[in-house]
């Protein structure tokens, strides 16, 4: 028997398992031009969470009793599509279905010879290639400019210290635990980190931490930090406004200290982004990570969760920051 | 004799005569290498009440029982600097004082035969220059985007609507009266007008005049206008930070609804600057500001208030939007 995985109903606040439902479905077959898809790795992401809300993005939202989307790594199990053939491996924004069939369109074909599967989906997939443009074109390091990162230890985080490592800055991390911290320091070569469950002022632990202020803050988590942050900024400083898991959730309208007169100020830059704004550069950007990756510049971490009846949970469980690294459900 | 203005008493909130002091002072004479400066006109602008707060900026705070300072025209009228003579008119940072001597650094020569002597306080000084950077760097407008300006009858505001209408963009402004509109609309060419004391909901108001969306929003006020324009922002939008005179008198720290879900999910841009974070292309931008104003592509109002003993009652009634245009004071 086949599976997906349907948006039962649309959270309210921090998603819970009541949101999800799994539903038997038959196997499809596979038509002229198809390929049959057998889901390998699934990607569980902070951003889906605005696709559960039904609200205009640059993404349409989910549907309610339809599946839910998100990257994931299938095998090619029969294909009647000439650009694929039985055994490939391939990468595609796909369906939370054990099975599936598929046109072809947009799947890129993935390597197990270069890299295990499962770092297509993070960093040789969207997330590697959200750390580099978001630090890159957004944030235009320069050497001996210091870099602060929230969500530190998560998939786009850990990523976006090393790349800055890369180009010779000093980089500062942010993270929920000790463990976490010495994760940064210890295996992605961050300069300092900040647990922000000990720290009573996240301000005063920036400035102890960030002598010379902050020239880049990546922020993946939106909110308190990002103010505090903010404080810190030296002139002409970049905030690269990546995600704000923290208010993810949130079921009001979230509120704090405006900012404009900050920018003004300080002649900040504040500027969001998705990887896809960069498509055009994703066939150099790749290379370049994977380049990183052999070289051993890059290194990175996974939580790996087991079973297809895993995936709300993994999911869940992001918000509680739960995962270091990137966060995939093997099947 | 000879005057000045001192800071007398830093304001909390809303700036009134109080907070300044005038004060009998000789008459300087000229060292060697000085010029004697006598008053001309002077410039207020809403930035200087954030030089009365004791707070780090880009510039230092005015100290209490010191003169304040601002643009000024002045007129040479003795010289022992080689590169100034009697009968020069200059514009420069100085003192509010009738007369005063300075050391020529920093002092740039204008032409009264080419443009009046306000003028160089206005649309081709610091004002201008302001609106042209703001408007070309940061927002980078492109041929039949829609371009919306807040304090759109004010000095900055106004200029900024008439390079987006020579960059051929679609221009909407808000401002406070319908006096204000008209003028917009009759003499700055705009297309659009919003008279914000005559809206309930400056979202939809904008969304009425901008049906196609806000490409840039060049943001003179902050607060709840900055709120809704960010509602209404395409995809890729800029947001110009270049002033928040709504919030400058707040006592308290200012809340609203935070924007960096917004910025993630429409890839928006916000960017404070500054004039002088462009200081090396003014040679450049001057002469194009002069260029368009001879072919009569640009125009531009002043409010023009007499007497040296009415400059503080000038920078007060700005914050009330008395001003249309610029706001000088001529001694």
Redesign the interface.
Known sequence: MNKTILLKSRPEGTPTLDNFEFAEIDKPTVSEGQVLLKTKYVSVDPYLR?RMRDEK??IEPFQLDEPIQSGIIAEVVASENPDFKTGDYINGMLDWKKIQTHNGKGLQKVDQSKAPLSAYLGILGLTGITAYVGLLKIGEPKEGETVLVSGASGAVGSVVGQIAKIKGCKVVGIAGSDEKINLLQDTFGFDEGINYNKTNTMQKAIKEACPNGVDIYF?NV??EI?DAAIANMN??GRVV????IS??NETE??????????????????????AR?YQDDFNKIVPQLASWLQKDKLTYEETIVDRFENIPQAFIDLFDGKNKGKMVVKV
């Open positions: 605005g993005s640059y922020d939106g909110g990002l002139r002409f406004n990546c995600g704000a208010l993810y309208q979230p509120t704090g200290p405006r900012l404009e007169t900050s920018l003004v100020k300080k002649s900040l830059k504040m500027q969001g982004f998705i704004d």
